[in-house]
């Protein structure tokens, strides 16, 4: 299984993706530590996989952990709809572009594509949440059919 997260935002210096993994570096000013890429890169490499991070500055980062899903310390992956789910209800204005692949078939939701189609509408209207909900649900459970 391999999991990547992408971002257009300012990026990292080559010195910051350098200390990244130390949990005690962090750019940000409401705390001192940052546990995040760690522990991502940690739960990867618990199961034989790997981790890679690439940042450019003023282009983004893009951070990819590859998990041996058949080890003994593979982590449950959890509930992916809700997870999904709660990170566009509590950021609407952002975009995000999920993409479930499983043996060859794949699904994408963009929330880019979800807001010209509804035309104004906020995405985490309680009605638009439990849409996008059962159409990760629905398009995941076609995957494993």
């Known amino acids: 299984m391999e999991i ?17 993994m130390d ?3 962090t750019t940000r ?17 618990a199961t034989g996989g790997s981790f890679s991070i690439r940042s450019k500055l ?12 058949d080890h003994l310390d593979m982590l449950p992956l959890g509930d992916m709809t809700a997870t999904i789910t709660s ?3 509590v950021n609407p204005d952002l975009d995000f572009v999920y993409t479930r692949t499983v043996n060859g078939k794949s699904f994408t939701l963009d929330t880019r594509e979800l807001r ?3 035309e104004g509408v906020p995405l985490n209207t309680p009605d638009v949440l439990l849409f996008i909900r059962d159409m990760i649900n629905e398009n995941t459970a076609e995957l494993s059919a």
């Open 116 to 118: 010209t189609v509804l």
């Open 29 to 45: 000013t409401t705390r001192k530590v940052g546990l995040g890429v760690p522990l991502f890169r940690m739960s990867a490499e």
């Open 23 to 25: 949990p005690f570096f």
């Open 4 to 20: 990547s997260v992408s971002d257009d935002g300012c990026g990292m210096s080559e010195e910051q993706v350098a200390h990244v």
């Open 87 to 89: 990170l566009i209800s």
């Open 58 to 69: 003023g282009e983004g980062t893009v951070t990819t952990a590859s998990y041996h899903t």
